[in-house]
């Protein structure tokens, strides 16, 4: 993950906040650091101390640092003012909604399936992120640190989850993407979700979003570490290379149909179907 230290960051759903705690002693400990780390999570106050026996809460309140409690990144109601284009760069950490126990959760959740629920709550951060919390004058970056198994390897985060996404006429596209390490971030603690409980380290990786394209955009220090997107938004099928399912290259056009009719593939055909009809229901895309 490449993080400059001058930028003012937002992190979301950050869990018992040790995320946010190590960034902030990082930017502690970088001569002539200008940036910030302003921490959130989706519990309140209450429900954080009393889900995880070592959050950071009060640690990251003695340091100076701001703590947003009960900040719902799909709701607007929840967002204080204050929030309002402040920010360079929001982070949200390896997001998940799991799945559902009973089917009264999945009636609660209006049918939709865990899939689109993750899907939808990645797209409103994106969306969300530009419209409210960035600053218009900042870097402009939405970042996602995402594992690469599944569930969340199903959610097509390089072709998908941005199609047709746009703010202000400009599209929200992906600049890019770098390995995450999370050794390099001392003290951070991977949860499970709603638990308190640490999950072993699994390979990861950092997307970034902007709507200043990558060429022009002007961190070009930023651009040098990231690799680049291999399929354009709404092509995850190349006629070699199936970004889907990481299959590829093909040896031939038989090979590559092969893979087509595969039933990994298929599954993936399925879930990106269900997203766009999603997308042309809710959005219009």
């Not at 409690?69 to 309002?84: F, M, N, Q, V, Y």
């Not at 899939?115 to 709550?121: E, K, P, Q, T």
Request: hydrophobic share 35%; charged share 20%; aromatic share 10%.
């Amino acid at each position: 993950m490449y993080l400059d230290p001058n930028w003012r960051i937002l992190t979301v759903g950050d869990g018992d906040l040790s995320f946010s705690l190590s960034l902030n002693q990082m930017q502690a400990q970088t001569a002539g650091c200008q940036g910030s780390v302003t921490a959130s999570v989706l519990d309140q106050q209450g429900e954080l101390l009393a889900k995880y026996q070592d959050c950071a809460f009060f640690e990251l309140k003695q340091q100076g640092s701001e703590v947003v409690t009960g900040l719902d990144i799909t709701s607007s109601a929840t967002w204080p003012e204050s929030l309002k284009g402040r920010f360079d760069a929001l982070i949200f950490q390896f997001p998940l909604i799991p799945s559902f126990t009973s089917k009264a959760e999945f009636e609660q959740a209006g049918g939709l399936t865990t899939n689109l629920l993750n899907r939808r709550l990645l797209r409103l951060y994106l969306q969300h992120a530009f419209s409210f919390f960035l600053d218009p004058d900042g870097a402009q970056l939405a970042l996602i640190s995402s594992k690469d198994l599944k569930p969340y390897s199903q959610w097509d985060l390089e072709c998908g989850i941005h199609l047709g996404l746009e703010y202000q006429g400009k599209p929200v596209e992906l600049l890019g993407m770098c390995p995450f390490q999370q050794s390099a971030f001392e003290g951070y603690r991977i949860r499970n979700v709603d638990r308190d409980k640490q999950i072993r380290g699994t390979k990861g990786t950092t997307y970034y979003w902007s709507v200043t394209p990558g060429a022009s955009h002007p961190d070009q220090q930023l651009m040098e570490q990231l690799t680049p997107p291999t399929h354009p938004v709404g092509e995850p099928v190349s006629e070699h290379y199936c970004n889907w399912c990481k299959t590829g290259p093909f040896a031939s056009p038989e090979d590559r149909q092969g893979h087509l009719e595969s039933r990994r593939h298929r599954n993936m055909q399925a879930l990106d179907d269900d997203w766009r009809a999603f997308l042309r229901a809710r959005y219009k895309v």
